[in-house]
């Protein structure tokens, strides 16, 4: 079977599928709704016949603003198999962020190549792929990046986010869907805070909560309901990592980075910390 990885990042596996990247094929497939792997995806809704992903990426990529035509939605849950000619495609789950997958597409003569996408916790979260020949993604590429203290991490961010709650609300700042794994883990480890959120973070958690991932309710700060937890002042906020450099001393801010080694949780202030909580394997 065919595969071949070109400079805009795209992979080509087999003969009829393109993945995370445009290139001139029937299909494209979309392994997660992240910036660097859907570039190009407005040209990919205009030339290919169709777009594959899970139906929860499908969902959330309609709130950032892809309108993907009905008749070019291939929304397959993991281990569905989709035949397309003598190629047959499948979703394996892939622990990244809510919707994920890893891609695995065979042959006729049962050939298998398959593709990761960006994941963690292999063997556990991330089921390992049987395979012939298998495309990694490796977000950092060099054993140098690694974090001993990985398993504390979640236990540690919700102490400190508890402590801090003590003295006034706290701000999040993350990605859509390490925002709602945050929110998971916050309460998974006991932090009953309300969570306060912008409405198009409230668009993409209303999903994961339909898909089962999250299940508590959330608030905007528009909202009445909302508008009375920010007046009370106990409260958690999460706004898009863009805005962190935007962050005033009103909060305890805590910023979620995948480039953190150093330490579990570092002060790079007086009211901010960083958390060196990554959706990748190191």
């Not at 709704?33 to 030339?47: C, P, T, V």
């Not at 035509?69 to 495609?89: A, C, Q, S, T």
């Not at 695995?104 to 979260?125: A, L, M, Q, R």
């Amino acid at each position: 079977m065919s595969i071949d990885i070109l400079k805009n990042g795209a992979i080509l596996l087999g003969e009829r599928f393109v993945v995370d990247g445009h290139y001139s094929r029937d299909f494209r497939i979309i392994t997660h709704f992240h910036a660097d792997h859907i570039a190009q995806l407005k040209k990919s809704i205009s030339e290919c016949i169709g777009l594959i992903s899970t139906p929860v990426t499908i969902d959330v990529l309609s709130v950032l603003g892809y309108d993907i035509p009905f008749k070019k939605r291939f929304g397959i849950n993991y281990g569905i198999k989709m035949k397309v000619e003598d190629e047959e495609l499948s979703l394996q789950p892939s622990d990244h962020v809510f919707g994920s997958s890893q891609v695995v597409v065979s042959n006729k003569e049962g050939e298998k190549i398959g593709y990761t996408g960006d994941f963690k916790n292999p063997g556990h979260g991330t089921p390992i792929l049987d395979v012939d020949i298998l495309v990694i993604d490796s977000t950092y590429g060099s054993p140098m990046f690694r974090r001993n203290f990985k398993n504390d991490i979640e236990m540690l961010f919700a102490d400190h986010v508890n402590d801090s709650l003590t003295r006034g609300p706290v701000k999040i700042f993350a990605y859509h869907g390490k925002i709602q794994e945050a929110m998971r883990v916050l309460r998974k480890y006991g932090v009953v805070a309300p969570f306060i959120v912008d409405d198009k973070i409230r668009k993409v958690t209303e999903i994961a909560k339909k898909y089962g991932y999250i299940k508590d309710d959330i608030f905007t700060s528009e909202s009445e309901e909302g508008k009375e937890i920010i007046k009370e002042g106990w409260y958690i906020e999460f706004e898009h990592f863009n805005k962190s450099k935007q962050r005033d001393g009103r909060y305890m801010n805590y910023i979620l980075s995948g480039w953190e080694f150093s330490e579990p949780i570092r002060s790079i202030d007086s009211r901010t910390k960083v958390v060196a909580m990554s959706d990748h394997a190191d």
